[in-house]
Structures are given as structure tokens and as C-alpha cells.
């Protein structure tokens, strides 16, 4: 027998016995409303897109509008081989977040696969058009049953209103994979990294978010290769707590690329060109 026959034979011997103990003792994956420590309002953020070599790849914009206790997010990444990542989130704040509907669209070549993606909190209808591998599209739709902590379109927002000192927070999430998935983000804080605005030292709070897939599928899928990514992401903590970098894959099985906040850059007057 070759040892990477052996090897595979190993892996799947010891992932039938996991899947076997996952039924004996099922985990617990209850998630938790997050409370609103800070209330969110009117936002106009610019970000930067780009690979971890530095590599620019699109341009965004971060959206908010609040009316009362209601607040709309809208996320968009205009990438410079013309694709775009459209994601707009309503939830509301009193007492705690709790997300109202969520619609994802991505589309154009820097995407594996071109999704409309939508969930409407209230009823549960979580509905996903997307290209098969013919190309020709499919359209998935199911009504699940939505835990009140359902984080689609909000986790910054949920990463702002963590304490830092609290060792792990755990929310529920919609993956698309392409089928609706329910699944728990387990977010732990790393400590804090230094980092500068100008001259000015300051430093930023270091979260993972992990996927928990659960059950028997959530033990088997990182000896498959099918454990999704960590996502890092730093915020900065004070009186208004604020996103400051964030390392992960966009889609499933993505590339990890980073996103920054960024400056506008005005052009040069004509007295500077001329001193040039």
C-alpha cells in the first residue's frame, strides 16, 4: 500500500470516528444577542481593497443611515476589473442588534461564483440565485428557522459593541455554500497591536472570527479541506470604537485579501506643479 493511500485511508478511518462521537455528544452552539453599547448613526467611510502583497484591487464605500432605531448599512467594493460586491444590511438597536434582511450581490470575474443573495430575518426566507458550473442559473430557496442573533451584514457593528476583555462571543451566520447554511461565528479577541495615524502611536484590538460548522459536517470538514478561513479584523476601542483593518475571504474558498480605511487624495493645484 503507498503511504498516500495509507494517509487517506487514516483520514477518513478517523473522520467516521469523529462523525461517530459528534452523534454521541452534539455540541453546543447556541449564539447570543449582542447588546448595544454604542448606537449606531450616520456613516460615509472610504476603504481600500487589496491583496496581502499590496496589490490594489477595488475601491469601497461604507454607507449607514439611521432612522430612529432602525439602521441601513450598505457595503460596496467597485473592483478595478469591473467587478462589484454590493452587500446592504437593515437591522435594528433597541436593547440589542438584531438584523432585519440582508441582500449580497456579487458578480464579474474577481468572484468564482456570480450570487444574489438574500435573507429576510422576519419569515426566515433565505433566497440564493447563483451560476452553476454550467453557467446557466440556479436558484435556491428555503425558509429556516433564524435565531434573533443572526450577524449577516453587521459583525463590525457587532465587533464595535464587544468588550475587549470578553474572551469569546459566539453569533449566528448564513453561509451560502451555495445551499443556506446555518452556522455559529466564533469571535475571540488576540490582544492589542500597535499601530499609527500620522505620528500619533495608538493601538488596535485583535479579534479571529471561526467558522463553526457544527455537528458531524464541522468535524469532518478540516480533514476535507473544507473548513472555511479565519477572518481577522482590528478595531480600535475608546468612547467611539472604530474598524481599522481586516484580513479575510470574501466568498468561501476566496483568497484572503485585506481592507483599509483610506483618505481622499486631492489633485495637485497648478502653483504646486509649477514649484515641481
Same mark, same amino acid.
Given at each position: 500500500m503507498s503511504n498516500s493511500l495509507f494517509k487517506s485511508l487514516r483520514c477518513r478511518r478517523l473522520a467516521i470516528l469523529l462523525a461517530c462521537a459528534a452523534l454521541l455528544h452534539p455540541g453546543n452552539l447556541s449564539g447570543e444577542r449582542i447588546a448595544v453599547r454604542q448606537s449606531e448613526g450616520l456613516v460615509h467611510g472610504f476603504l481600500l481593497l487589496h491583496t496581502l502583497d499590496g496589490d490594489h484591487l477595488a475601491d469601497g464605500d461604507l454607507v449607514q443611515v439611521a432612522r430612529g432605531n432602525r439602521v441601513t448599512t450598505q457595503l460596496v467594493y467597485h473592483f478595478k476589473d469591473g467587478s462589484l460586491h454590493h452587500e446592504t444590511a437593515t437591522y435594528s438597536q433597541s436593547g440589542s442588534f438584531r438584523l432585519l434582511s440582508y441582500h449580497l450581490v456579487q458578480k464579474g470575474p474577481a468572484f468564482k461564483t456570480q450570487m444574489d443573495f438574500s435573507i429576510d430575518a422576519s419569515s426566515g426566507q433565505v433566497t440564493i440565485r447563483h451560476s452553476?458550473?454550467?453557467? &446557466? @442559473? @440556479? +436558484?435556491?430557496? @428555503?425558509?429556516?428557522?433564524?435565531?434573533?442573533?443572526?450577524?449577516?451584514?453587521?459583525?463590525?457593528?457587532?465587533?464595535?459593541?464587544?468588550?475587549? @476583555?470578553?474572551?469569546?462571543?459566539? +453569533?449566528?451566520? +448564513?453561509?451560502?455554500?451555495?445551499?443556506?447554511?446555518? +452556522? &455559529?461565528?466564533?469571535i475571540a479577541p488576540q490582544g492589542e497591536e500597535p499601530f499609527t495615524t500620522g505620528g500619533a502611536k495608538r493601538k488596535a484590538t485583535h479579534y479571529v472570527i471561526k467558522v463553526d460548522i457544527g455537528g458531524v459536517s464541522g468535524l469532518v470538514a478540516p480533514l476535507l479541506g473544507k473548513q472555511p478561513t479565519d477572518t481577522h479584523v482590528w478595531i480600535l476601542q475608546g468612547q467611539a470604537p472604530a474598524f481599522v483593518k481586516s484580513e479575510g475571504a470574501l466568498y468561501l474558498g476566496g483568497p484572503i485579501w485585506r481592507i483599509e480605511l483610506t483618505s481622499p487624495v486631492w489633485p495637485k493645484s497648478p502653483a504646486e506643479e509649477t514649484k515641481k
Amino acid at each position: 500500500m503507498s503511504n498516500s493511500l495509507f494517509k487517506s485511508l487514516r483520514c477518513r478511518r478517523l473522520a467516521i470516528l469523529l462523525a461517530c462521537a459528534a452523534l454521541l455528544h452534539p455540541g453546543n452552539l447556541s449564539g447570543e444577542r449582542i447588546a448595544v453599547r454604542q448606537s449606531e448613526g450616520l456613516v460615509h467611510g472610504f476603504l481600500l481593497l487589496h491583496t496581502l502583497d499590496g496589490d490594489h484591487l477595488a475601491d469601497g464605500d461604507l454607507v449607514q443611515v439611521a432612522r430612529g432605531n432602525r439602521v441601513t448599512t450598505q457595503l460596496v467594493y467597485h473592483f478595478k476589473d469591473g467587478s462589484l460586491h454590493h452587500e446592504t444590511a437593515t437591522y435594528s438597536q433597541s436593547g440589542s442588534f438584531r438584523l432585519l434582511s440582508y441582500h449580497l450581490v456579487q458578480k464579474g470575474p474577481a468572484f468564482k461564483t456570480q450570487m444574489d443573495f438574500s435573507i429576510d430575518a422576519s419569515s426566515g426566507q433565505v433566497t440564493i440565485r447563483h451560476s452553476g458550473d454550467d453557467g &446557466k @442559473e @440556479e +436558484v435556491i430557496s @428555503e425558509r429556516l428557522k433564524l435565531p434573533p442573533d443572526i450577524a449577516n451584514g453587521i459583525v463590525l457593528t457587532i465587533l464595535k459593541n464587544i468588550r475587549p @476583555e470578553t474572551p469569546r462571543t459566539t +453569533v449566528s451566520f +448564513v453561509a451560502a455554500t451555495p445551499k443556506p447554511r446555518l +452556522v &455559529k461565528l466564533q469571535i475571540a479577541p488576540q490582544g492589542e497591536e500597535p499601530f499609527t495615524t500620522g505620528g500619533a502611536k495608538r493601538k488596535a484590538t485583535h479579534y479571529v472570527i471561526k467558522v463553526d460548522i457544527g455537528g458531524v459536517s464541522g468535524l469532518v470538514a478540516p480533514l476535507l479541506g473544507k473548513q472555511p478561513t479565519d477572518t481577522h479584523v482590528w478595531i480600535l476601542q475608546g468612547q467611539a470604537p472604530a474598524f481599522v483593518k481586516s484580513e479575510g475571504a470574501l466568498y468561501l474558498g476566496g483568497p484572503i485579501w485585506r481592507i483599509e480605511l483610506t483618505s481622499p487624495v486631492w489633485p495637485k493645484s497648478p502653483a504646486e506643479e509649477t514649484k515641481k
